[in-house]
């Protein structure tokens, strides 16, 4: 079937439905205040399936390289491995030891298999969370600091450049990324936007190398040419597109995660899971390397 406009995906609600990912013929997400990892029966509407349900917030995670169906997850104070059996194992703590009480926010692999997670304050202080950078074998590295409420980032195919949105601020910068080291060079703004256009939130990069946007109070995504300029709007039926990811089988099918989370009077459909099929593909899914 193809889906020309914002399509109901699951009669479920969620309070924050982030970290999009499409893997294994399936879609995986979570709602991130809640704790819960999820997953949809394949490419068909229906009912979400509890995979995981943690005591602290789940921000997003990334399947582990190696085909073992684990998980490396950004949840509560830092980074844990969630075993396809067993209990979760911590793999860090990033912002427990912080001034101010803060919890882990989205979180993605790069194409190389390094994890980068976002930390932000449960108060959002400005300039209080930061992108953390995770190698095996490494101590972790605040690779970007001074940030408010991180997300993304968002890689391009070869993993040398990196989008990064703060959402309070409206900005998305662009980074260059070395492909060997994953160290950052290059800063430059990318976007702008308006509190009435909406904060930047979960974003993913096409296989032409555009940017799709999640606009948090816009009820709107975007989708944004390599030189910044407008694309394509695509209006929702909910205020609060928050994670986003191109999956299906051709990887043409735009997943949108949205969020009821502070809303005063909920609308029917925030809360949802929407898909709607877009022309361009996205790129695989990347998968982090085990933790050591």
């Known amino acids: 079937m193809e889906l020309t406009e914002p399509t109901v995906w699951s009669a479920d609600r969620l309070e924050l439905g982030e970290g999009l990912r499409w893997v294994a013929g399936r879609l995986v997400l979570v709602d991130l205040l809640a704790g819960r990892l999820l997953e949809t029966a394949g490419d068909r509407p229906g009912p979400l399936r509890e995979l995981r349900r943690l005591d602290v917030p789940l921000g997003?995670?990334?399947?582990?390289?190696?085909?073992?169906?684990?998980?490396?997850?950004?949840?509560?104070?830092?980074?844990?491995?969630?075993?396809a059996t067993g209990d979760p194992r911590p793999v860090t703590d990033l912002v427990a030891d912080g001034p101010e009480p803060a919890r882990?926010?989205?979180?993605?692999?790069?194409?190389?298999?390094?994890?980068?997670?976002?930390s932000m304050?449960?108060?959002?202080?400005?300039?209080?969370?930061?992108?953390?950078r995770l190698v095996p074998g490494a101590a972790p590295v605040a690779a970007v600091t001074g940030l408010t409420v991180p997300n993304g980032p968002a890689f391009?195919?070869?993993?040398?450049?990196?989008?990064?949105?703060?959402?309070?601020?409206?900005?998305v910068d662009?980074?260059?990324?070395?492909?060997?080291?994953?160290?950052?060079h290059g800063r430059e703004p990318f976007l702008r936007l308006t509190a009435e256009e909406g904060g930047p939130d979960g974003m993913t990069v096409d296989?032409?190398?555009?940017?799709?946007?999640?606009?948090?109070?816009?009820?709107?995504?975007?989708?944004?040419r390599p030189d910044g300029t407008l694309?394509?709007?695509i209006r929702l039926p909910a205020s609060q597109p928050a994670g986003i990811c191109l999956g299906g089988p051709d990887l043409r099918r735009l997943f949108?995660?949205?969020?009821?989370?502070?809303?005063?009077?909920?609308?029917?459909?925030?809360?949802?899971?929407?898909?709607v099929d877009v022309p361009v593909p996205g790129l695989p899914t990347a998968f982090a390397s085990a933790p050591s």
């Open 60 to 83: 997003a995670v990334a399947p582990v390289a190696g085909g073992s169906g684990d998980w490396l997850a950004a949840a509560g104070t830092g980074v844990a491995l969630l075993p």
């Open 156 to 171: 391009d195919a070869a993993g040398t450049t990196m989008y990064l949105a703060d959402s309070p601020r409206g900005e």
């Open 207 to 224: 296989a032409a190398g555009h940017l799709w946007v999640a606009l948090w109070g816009g009820s709107a995504v975007r989708r944004y």
């Open 256 to 275: 949108i995660g949205t969020a009821r989370h502070g809303l005063e009077a909920a609308g029917p459909l925030d809360g949802a899971l929407l898909a």
């Open 104 to 118: 882990m926010n989205d979180a993605v692999a790069d194409p190389h298999g390094r994890f980068w997670a976002g």
């Open 121 to 132: 304050t449960y108060a959002g202080v400005p300039g209080g969370g930061a992108l953390y």
């Open 174 to 184: 662009r980074f260059s990324v070395d492909p060997r080291t994953g160290a950052l």
């Open 231 to 233: 694309d394509r709007e």
